[in-house]
């Protein structure tokens, strides 16, 4: 009957496609989560880029007693970003140009089987038509076979939606997590590399609730616990805490680049805009090299 009752309602694809891929798939599909930043004081350009994966293969060969610790974090930023902040939980955060973030995505989105072409590849997001929009904007074509092979797109709005969780509204990444009882820090978020790692620990934990209401045998509830044990597990906070202080001196060097982003001449792309131009980018990053100290 739960079945049943998920087929009635928006968003079941996503639920089957949770279904197939973590229950029924024998080949591997790598699930990726995707979050983009980018900040007002510069012009709604990106500034930072969150990926996490999960392979399903490794997800299966593992034990009972083996670290669940399988989702694999990147955190890339602009230099400019770079030079502000950073609060990044699971490694050490990339700095990459940003006339080269549309090559890291191309390479990042376009995994390889082990014989070359391309693996199959399950996008997550939290509202994913920004982050698709964006890809569009960059002139990232999802659909050209020869380079991608995306199985699908999961959003954890129309998840949320379909197991009925009371959210009245399109539930935010915190709020989300709140709810799932998935183990946080507030503060950390709003960082895209965090962003990305906790969207794919909601979905592990929305794709156990619903599999929960379906039912099945013991291999299904199996899957299911190490689904929640990879979802709750624990997190090491021992970076320093986010200091409002530094925060509010950021915020100042951020004003003063927006001025300098201002002076110069308006620069054209055929990315929508996302990106800018590299002398945009030196001349930001040269007003805000004093705030190394803020590091």
């Known amino acids: 009957m739960a079945e049943e ?59 009972p007693t083996e ?18 902040t950073s609060n990044f939980l699971f490694g050490e955060s990339e700095t990459v140009y940003r006339r080269n973030l549309v090559d890291f995505l191309r390479d990042a989105l376009a995994q390889r089987s082990v014989d070359g072409s391309p693996q199959r590849v399950v996008l997550v997001g939290v509202g994913t038509l920004n982050e698709l929009k964006i890809l569009k904007d960059l002139g990232i074509d999802l659909q050209e076979k020869s380079f991608f092979a995306i199985e699908g797109i999961l959003d954890l ?30 503060e950390y978020l709003h960082d895209s590399g965090n962003d990305a790692h906790f969207t794919l620990r909601a979905l592990l934990m929305l794709a156990a609730i619903a599999f929960e209401r379906i039912g099945g045998d013991e291999v299904m509830r199996s899957r299911v616990e190490s689904l929640k044990t990879i979802a709750l597990d624990l997190i090491d906070f021992s970076l320093d805490m986010p200091d409002e202080m530094k925060r509010q001196r950021r915020d100042q060097h951020a004003g003063k680049a927006a001025e300098a982003r201002s002076r110069l001449s308006p620069v054209t792309g055929s990315n929508g805009g996302w990106l800018g131009g590299d002398d945009e980018e030196v001349c930001l990053a040269s007003t805000l090299l004093g705030v190394q100290d803020l590091m």
């Open 5 to 63: 009752k998920l087929r009635e309602l928006p968003g079941t694809d996503s639920i089957r496609l949770l279904q197939r891929v973590l229950m029924e798939e024998v080949d591997e599909i790598i699930i990726l989560s995707l979050d983009f930043g980018y900040s007002a004081h510069e012009g709604n350009k990106i500034t930072q880029i969150g990926i996490s994966t999960m392979s399903t293969n490794v997800w299966r060969e593992l034990s």
């Open 67 to 84: 670290d669940a610790r399988i989702i694999h974090s990147r955190c890339v930023r602009t230099p400019i970003k770079s030079l502000i």
């Open 157 to 186: 709005n129309a998840i949320t939606k379909t197991l009925e969780l009371p959210f009245r509204n399109r539930p935010s990444l915190l709020r989300i997590l709140k709810h799932l009882e998935i183990f946080f820090r507030e």
